[in-house]
């Protein structure tokens, strides 16, 4: 007689998501290399399934030959942004307190601030900012920040030595996730997969493509139109914080804002009003057009995500908010539209022609 399983339901699965969901948060540092070596993988498939045929029916050559260039491409990015923003950072800890004398001079002009019923001149406010400043450097904190730089040296070495195992084995990664589902509730996975996917694959490339084009056109602007000091590093950090959503934005225009005050007051309104236009082209070209329907979430939507994301898992939660309120939406779309199971196969727990 031949043994027979049940159908696992919806709990189990349920149970399963939750102890997945914990693991993740346990180790959501040590995932953030196999995640963005995840991210390369996903996003190549494509291209490395068209080349195989053409490769005699071989993956690999394709694979080694992205893998060379991404991180050819990434170690001299890297050496580049290193080499110009240790000049950088040397010139501005020497220039540090006149800079900040300037900005704050240029914010909160020659007659001060009043806040709650005390006045501040700009020179106060300068030498508390500076204090605050000072206190960050002290032998606690930049151990720490050693230990952090250590970490990210870390994590992005070991993400370029797993970019070539998921480029060459994304395939029987994928299909191996997918065999993890039992067979009766893999056919309508498969079902939403096409659309999915796609989605997916078009908001990652889209998003590296809005990092690109942020980066390069702040330094464009900030390093040959207006010869900000630190434009290299800046741009890098402002076309970054394009992964973050609202308080990205928001934080690039503060940091540029920053950057330039120090140059005189036309000096800033130029610099900003070329930062505004940027975001604008951002918000209003480039996003839409490159994210597709990802970009369509609404923003409250897209803040609580990144919220709750960010402080459950950290990076991972920052990199996956987005496109995972995006599937949560297209799945209910998916869902809502089928029609209604009648109430005594409800009952019986049949669900459909998934079912064998």
């Given amino acids: 007689m031949t043994n027979r399983r049940s159908p696992v339901g919806g709990w189990p699965i349920a149970i399963i998501g939750m102890v997945l969901l ?131 040296l870390a994590e992005f070495f070991l993400t370029m030595v797993l970019i070539p195992y998921f480029l060459v084995s994304w395939p029987r990664l994928s299909a191996g996730a997918l065999w993890l589902l039992p067979p009766e509730r893999r056919v309508s996975v498969e079902r939403m997969l096409p659309t999915l996917v796609p989605m997916l694959r078009r908001y990652m490339v889209g998003l590296m493509c809005v990092v690109v084009y942020t980066t390069t056109v702040a330094y464009i602007g900030l390093g040959a139109i207006f010869h900000v000091r630190g434009a290299a590093l800046l741009s890098v950090v402002v076309g970054v914080l394009e992964l973050v959503p609202v308080v990205g934005p928001i934080s690039s225009m503060l940091l540029i804002g920053l950057a330039s005050a120090q140059h005189g007051l036309w000096h800033l309104l130029s610099v900003m009003s070329y930062a505004l236009a940027l975001r604008l082209s951002i918000d209003n070209l480039v996003g839409p057009f490159v994210l597709g329907r990802a970009a369509t979430i609404h923003p409250v939507i897209v803040i609580f995500g990144f919220v709750v994301g960010v402080i459950l898992f950290g990076i991972i939660g920052l990199v996956l908010a987005v496109p995972t309120a995006a599937c949560i939406k297209l799945i209910l779309e998916e869902y809502y539209a089928e029609p209604i199971a009648p109430r005594s196969r409800a009952r019986s727990g049949d669900l459909g022609p998934t079912e064998s």
């Fill in 22 to 152: 914990l693991l993740v948060y346990t180790l959501r540092y040590a995932l953030i290399p196999f995640l963005f070596a995840g991210m390369f993988g996903f996003v190549l498939n494509p291209v490395l399934r068209w080349l195989t045929p053409r490769m005699g029916n071989r993956r690999w050559p394709g694979a080694v030959a992205f893998s060379i260039l991404i991180i050819g491409g990434a170690g001299f990015a890297l050496y580049w942004v290193g080499s110009t923003a240790f000049q950088d950072v040397s010139h501005l800890l020497g220039r540090l307190p006149e800079m900040i004398r300037t900005g704050v001079g240029s914010l909160v002009g020659p007659d001060g601030i009043q806040v709650f019923g005390t006045h501040y001149s700009p020179q106060q406010v300068a030498n508390k900012v500076i204090d605050g400043a000072t206190n960050l450097g002290n032998a606690a904190r930049v151990l720490l920040a050693v230990k952090i730089g250590a970490g990210l």
